[in-house]
């Protein structure tokens, strides 16, 4: 592969990745929110920021970092977070990663920081 078609695929990934962030934005602003910007509306995402819909979404496109599991049922997807997106959650400023885990009964969350919560328990 030449100089030209790995730059063609690089700007396709990146553009591909940009459109499904836009498509993620617009999926978790579907939802109503409370005055301290939590989820209101009935459903999986109920009582969550609007930062975990976004990255279930994310999830659920392929686009998370890594998956571990913690004993023999517990998934967690999780997302190393850059500078876009702190620009989009600028409470996220100080979150270098954040997990997207699904319990039992389908209700969606994060966590910020996953791998620190780990090492503490």
Do not use: C
């Amino acid at each position: 592969m030449n100089f030209k078609q790995r730059l063609d695929q690089d700007l396709a990934q990146w553009y591909n990745l940009s459109t499904l962030r836009q498509e993620s934005l617009e999926f978790a602003n579907s939802f109503d929110y409370n005055d301290a910007a939590i989820i209101d509306s009935p459903g999986k995402f109920e009582g969550e920021p609007q930062h975990t819909p976004f990255y279930w979404n994310m999830m659920m496109n392929g686009a998370h970092d890594e998956v571990t599991t913690i004993g023999n049922e517990d998934v967690y997807w999780i997302f190393h977070l850059n500078d876009e997106d702190k620009d989009i959650f600028p409470e996220l400023e100080n979150v270098g990663e954040l997990s997207i885990w699904i319990d039992e009964y389908g209700f969606v969350y994060s966590d910020l920081d996953p791998n620190l919560a780990l090492l503490e328990d």
